[in-house]
Nanobody, 126 residues
Framework: QVQLVESGGGLVQAGGSLRVSCAAS????????MGWFRQAPGKEREFVAA????????YYTDSVKGRFTISRDNAKNTVYLQMNSLKPEDTAVYYC???????????????????WGQGTQVTVSS
């Protein structure tokens, strides 16, 4: 079965950096658009970033543009989210998600994603 396993979360001071990873198994990774979402306490899960099948296209929510970078390694079945200049408002559980794609599209709508990981906690202290 399909599994997405996030890792790399933790506690970091404001202004610091962190990289979270998501290892996928049970699917042909290069066929899937990958996304990162986050959910803070008491808030809905929101889109953060997504990357196309090839890795040639990326898309970010406005609040993380210029600070976060999504990338993927299709040979390792892994997607990454490099987070720099972290702010306390970035504190959340970060989830990776996957959706099968037949072109080179990027999706930012939560409902289209088929598979989800269990999440990894990122806490940014002020």
């Amino acid at each position: 079965q399909v599994q997405l396993v996030e890792s790399g979360g933790g506690l970091v001071q404001a202004g610091g950096s962190l990289r979270v990873s998501c290892a996928a198994s049970g699917l042909t990774f290069s066929y899937y658009v990958m996304g990162w979402f986050r959910q803070a306490p008491g808030k809905e899960r929101e889109f953060v970033a997504a990357i196309s099948r090839s890795g040639g296209g990326t898309y970010y929510t406005d609040s993380v543009k210029g600070r976060f970078t999504i990338s993927r390694d299709n040979a390792k079945n892994t997607v990454y989210l490099q987070m720099n200049s972290l702010k306390p408002e970035d504190t959340a559980v970060y989830y990776c998600a996957a959706v099968r794609d037949y072109s080179d599209t990027i999706y930012y709508t939560k409902s289209v994603y088929r598979y989800w990981g269990q999440g990894t906690q990122v806490t940014v202290s002020s």
